[in-house]
């Protein structure tokens, strides 16, 4: 179920990436203009890390499809992207702890 933490992390996971500098100026914003998540412990990325298995495998099977044609392209870029900027357990501690 969403909560503020959890789409917090979607957002600073996101639009942070892996850029710390970019992930604290976005949650420095965010609690500045009164959001009301904090990001403090791994377990606030859960829905970060399904929406983002959802999104890698849905990107798979179309990728994977040959019948697709022309849309088969566009989602390879999807598909390197998902396997080439994984959310993994480091970058959320880093994040976690460029946040804290």
Do not use: K
Not at 49 to 63: D, K, N, P
Not at 81 to 93: A, K, N
């Amino acid at each position: 179920m969403p909560t503020p933490a959890r789409s917090l992390a979607v957002a600073l996971f996101e639009f942070g990436c892996a850029d710390l500098g970019r992930v604290r100026g976005l949650s420095d914003a965010y609690v500045a203009a009164g959001g009301p998540g904090r990001i403090d412990r791994p377990g606030q990325f859960t829905m970060a890390i399904a929406q983002l298995a959802h999104i890698g495998e849905a990107a798979c099977r179309q990728w994977l499809d040959p019948t697709r044609g022309a849309e088969r392209q566009r989602n390879q870029g999807r598909v390197e992207e998902f396997l080439d900027d994984p959310i993994t357990r480091s970058l959320v501690e880093s994040i976690i702890d460029a946040v804290a």
